[in-house]
């Protein structure tokens, strides 16, 4: 499972690498993860991406995305092993709530304003909490 270091990646890479760690013959830290151990590095990652931010660091803003996506393929691999979802179902979940979120931008509402689109996102998400739209 030798793997040479590229000048670039692509996420399909990134994501073999990651089913790797986590494989037979993979990293035994990686493999011990599971839902509850990994819980406190997502929040310091988030800290960091903040930090970066703050810092206006984009060099470093750009590592700490990808430590924060490196958490959500953890929590993918884990639930496709464990047959609850793996991350294509992620991407999924993710588009359609932007699309169901932005009637203005992919329907036929208007907001002419960031606190008009705001509003339609609140609603749109207290209607599907609600149960009265599909999601």
């Given at each position: 499972m030798k793997r040479e270091l590229k000048e670039k990646y692509d996420l399909a890479e990134?994501?073999?690498?990651?089913h790797e760690l986590r494989g037979e013959g993979g990293c035994p830290w990686d493999r011990s993860l599971d839902y509850?151990?990994?819980?406190?590095?997502i929040l310091d990652e988030a800290q960091e991406v903040q930090?970066?931010?703050?810092?206006?660091?984009?060099d470093n803003l750009c590592e700490e995305l990808?430590?924060?996506?490196?958490?959500?393929?953890?929590?993918?691999d884990m639930a496709k092993a464990d047959g609850y979802f793996d991350f294509?179902?992620?991407?999924?979940?993710?588009?359609?709530?932007?699309?169901?979120?932005?009637?203005?931008?992919?329907?036929?509402?208007?907001?002419?304003?960031p606190e008009e689109a705001l509003d339609i996102w609140k609603r749109?998400?207290?209607?599907e909490k609600a149960g009265r739209l599909k999601k």
């Open positions: 990134l994501r073999e690498i990651i509850v151990s990994l819980k406190p590095f930090e970066a931010v703050d810092h206006g660091d984009m990808g430590d924060v996506l490196l958490q959500l393929l953890l929590y993918a294509d179902s992620v991407i999924t979940s993710c588009a359609r709530k932007m699309i169901r979120r932005h009637p203005h931008v992919f329907g036929d509402e208007k907001a002419e304003t749109v998400k207290a209607e």
